[in-house]
Each structure stands twice: as C-alpha cells, then as structure tokens.
C-alpha cells in the first residue's frame, strides 16, 4: 500500500511559480499512476494533471496546460507538479493520488476516485 505526503505550498504572487512534491512510501509507487488535484473553496474537485507509472504517459486539464508540468522520480518515490505563471484562480487544496489504474488518475469525473489519496497542501495565488 503506498501513502503519500503532499508539500511544497505556500503564498505565491500571481505570476510566480510553486514546486509542489507528493512523497511515496510503499513498494508499489513505482508501478502506481500519479495524479493531482485540487480543490478551490466551495467549488468541486478538479483534475490537474496525471503521469503513468513510466512517465511516457501525461495528461494535463486545459486550465493549466502549457504552465503546469507533472514528473516522477521512481528512485525518490516523488511526484512533482511545477506550476509556473501561476494566477489567482489556482488557488486551491492541492492532493496528490495514486492509482494502478492511469486512466483513474487523469479522471475528470468527479464519482471516479484514485485508490490513494495524500493530506493535500495549500496554495495561495495573490493578485
């Protein structure tokens, strides 16, 4: 069973970047789909951005395409999500997921849930 440890939130000014990491403990990581995603107050959970678990395959929602980008790092049991050119609207809880499933993971149906679920970590995008 994996568990996983979001970090890397914070306050950040629209514009800037944030690196946020998702720790994996559990011998299974390495065979484990990643996802992130996050929700904003009172609205619903939103897919952000999924990786397989080789990392050949990477799935992005619109809203943060061409800022946001997913890694791993097996031999770290880390997920990353940097996000660059960041805007108020990305303010959010962020969670890292996992899933053997990658299809799971880059989800936007919100009554499809990963297998594995982080604590999740703030983010503040002021403007």
């Known amino acids: 069973q994996v568990q996983l440890v979001e970090s890397g939130g914070g306050l950040v000014q629209a514009g800037g970047s944030l690196r946020l990491s998702c720790a994996a403990s559990?011998?299974?990581?390495?065979?484990?789909?990643m996802g992130w995603f996050r929700r904003a107050p009172g609205k619903e959970r939103e897919f952000v951005a999924a990786?397989?678990?080789?990392?050949?395959?990477?799935y992005y929602a619109d809203s943060v395409k061409g800022r946001f980008t997913i890694s791993r790092d097996n031999a770290k049991n880390t997920v990353y999500l940097q996000m660059n050119s960041m805007k108020p609207e990305d303010t959010a809880v962020y969670y890292c997921?996992?899933?053997?499933?990658?299809?799971?993971?880059?989800?936007?149906?919100?009554?499809?849930?990963?297998?594995?679920w982080g604590q999740g970590t703030l983010v503040t995008v002021s403007s």
């Open positions: 559990g011998r299974t990581f390495s065979t484990s789909a």
């Open positions: 990786i397989n678990w080789s990392g050949d395959n990477i």
């Open positions: 997921a996992a899933d053997s499933d990658t299809l799971v993971v880059a989800t936007t149906d919100k009554d499809t849930d990963p297998e594995i």
